[in-house]
């Protein structure tokens, strides 16, 4: 068992890092005022090959492996939970096309991707979210394809999507085995993008709903068999859940930074606060579930680049990490007193970022379903 980083995953580590300082950090606050995405900050990841660097070499990407993709994010997201989401989102968009599209569609998209495009995943609908086999989009065959109704709701990226990967019901009486998986174009006659909805955290990260009324799809866009749709978004779960986990790695990173930054400098009662055992055991107790998180975040990463079957670990490290970095943010608004809650500083940020961590790609409710469910199965 050899826990060290390679040469290779160092460098690119180090280089997210750099980039996460030197260009998201100084940013953050006013993308999360303005509620906007700086685009710049993403063509300038793009350009340094810190985007979608597990995409494969044959669509024009890097090629590398989800260990250095969880790398990449954790810094990106220890930067701004927002802005490190956004730049994230195509990986959950685009795994469905790696796991299941034909190599037309693989270069296409992919390549778009590989390009600097955006493009998002489109699973959730106003009645169902938790209750993936529950949606309501309706793909009706006709000629040459299927004409999509329905509507979609949460949709990271939509407002900058140049695709959709859509997930309707072909046969809305076969529950989970009646979804299919769609490429949806975003010019397509019928589809509309609503307005970024308004949110407690993640401002920079735009969420849209998305509109589809009589949209044509062609065949040549379905992605994998029909019925199949359901499989495919949970073996891309198995691969996207690590790198959620990633992204609460690097905001309880931050929290362990800001609140130790702070307890040297802040003095109470004639000495600072970290030397006060109450604050220093918060600190101690951030430092186990970074640690903790750390290792179960690349390993399930480690596990899913293997080829291994990581739906338990993926959920573990999911769950661990998003109730670890609401306890950490939490702790860490405490540790600052009345200037955590002041929006001069940093951790009322973290705050309201990491509560998203415990809700989406599966709540944190979900994620303990899964593994109750695993284990029952294995013991049975
Ligand atoms: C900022 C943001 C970005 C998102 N981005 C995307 C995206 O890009 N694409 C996409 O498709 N979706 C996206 N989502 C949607 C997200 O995945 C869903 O919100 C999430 O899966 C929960 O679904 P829901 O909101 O319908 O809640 P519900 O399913 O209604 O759940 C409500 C509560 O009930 C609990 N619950 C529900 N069912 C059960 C059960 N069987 N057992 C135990 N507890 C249960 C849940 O844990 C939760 O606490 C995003 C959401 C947010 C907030």
Redesign the pocket.
Known sequence: MDFNLTEEQSMIRDLAKNFADGEIIPRAAAADRAADLPLDIHAKAHELGLLGVNLPQSCGGPGLGNVELALVTEQLCRACLGIGTALS?NG?AGEPVILAGTPEQQKEYLGRLARGGFA?????EPA????VAGIRTAARRVAGGYELNGS?I???NASLASFFVVFAKTDASAGHRGVTTFIVERDSPGLSVGEPLG?LG?KAAP?CEVFFDNVFVPDANRLGAEGKGFQLAMETFDQSRPMVAAFGLGLIQRCCDEATAYARERVSMGKPLIEHQAVSHKLAEMAIRSEAGRLLTYQSAWMAEQGQRNTVQASIAKAYTADAAMWCATEAVQVFGGMGYSTEYPVEKLFRDAK?LQ?????S??QR?IIAREIARKSA
Do not use: H, M, P, R
């Open positions: 989102t959950l998002s995943f489109a699973l959730t169902a979210g938790s209750d979609k949460w949709i990271s949110k993640q969420t998203v809700i989406y790609e599966g709540t409710e979900i379903n």
